[in-house]
């Protein structure tokens, strides 16, 4: 969906996105992730990263000064990123569609799962709401098959509806679950971030669940 003018005006004086041109990031979605992280410890020297919904890049961006050179990050998206990253790659591809294998690649699994992903908003509320919540549920399914046992776990999500049944989703897969706004996020939104730490491994009838 196509943003107005009006808010490309906002976004230009806003605050966030004046300081993360200044620090070098693509947008001023970094600074979310940075306030996360600085709360819950999401990423480690050495971590492999995989970042759903990866454009604009400044997660990627962000996760490569946390990891430094011996970690590897991976991202995907629906549209091109080349962050020049020389530990990162990106998968152009529908997080639906998208092989396994192609995101782990030469990787057994990923110590850290990011997930950024925002649906084409309509204006509708409950259709916004629905759509964020297959992406998070998406997200969810790939961190079963991809996570490593007591990885990490980091989504957006639109409350709406399926909310709880998502987050008693989260805490039984995760030792810890935590609901986070952060600063970042405009005071309109209604968009939540779900911190999940210390995975379990995938639950036995897991895929039966989530198919």
């Known amino acids: 969906m196509a943003r ?5 005006r906002k976004s230009r004086k806003d605050r966030f996105h004046q300081n993360a041109r200044k620090r070098g990031f693509n947008s001023r979605a ?4 940075e306030e996360i992280d600085r709360k819950a410890k999401l990423i480690d020297k050495g971590d492999r990263v995989l970042d759903l919904g990866c454009a604009p890049g400044s997660w990627l ?3 490569a000064t ?3 050179p011996s970690g590897r990050l991976v991202g995907i998206d629906r549209f091109e990123v080349d962050l020049g990253l020389p530990n990162g790659r990106t998968v152009v591809g529908n997080v639906y569609k998208v092989e396994i294998d192609d995101l782990l690649g030469d990787l057994e699994n990923f110590d850290v799962l ?3 992903m925002a649906p084409d908003t309509t204006g509708v509320r409950s259709v916004d709401q629905t759509r964020s919540e297959q992406l998070f549920e998406r997200a969810l399914d790939i961190a079963d098959a991809t996570l490593t046992v007591d990885g ?5 999500l639109f409350q709406g509806p399926e909310f709880q049944a998502l987050i008693k989703r989260c805490r039984r897969d995760f030792a810890k679950v935590k609901i986070i706004k952060p600063e970042g996020s405009r005071k309109e939104s209604i968009e939540q971030y ?15 669940e989530n198919q």
């Open 152 to 156: 990490v776990f980091l989504g957006k």
């Open 114 to 116: 990011l997930s950024d």
């Open 66 to 68: 946390k990891t430094g």
């Open 4 to 8: 107005s003018k009006l808010g490309d």
């Open 61 to 63: 961006q962000y996760a």
């Open 194 to 208: 779900i911190c999940a730490t210390g995975y379990r491994g995938q639950s036995p009838g897991a895929d039966e």
């Open 30 to 33: 970094v600074f979310k992730l």
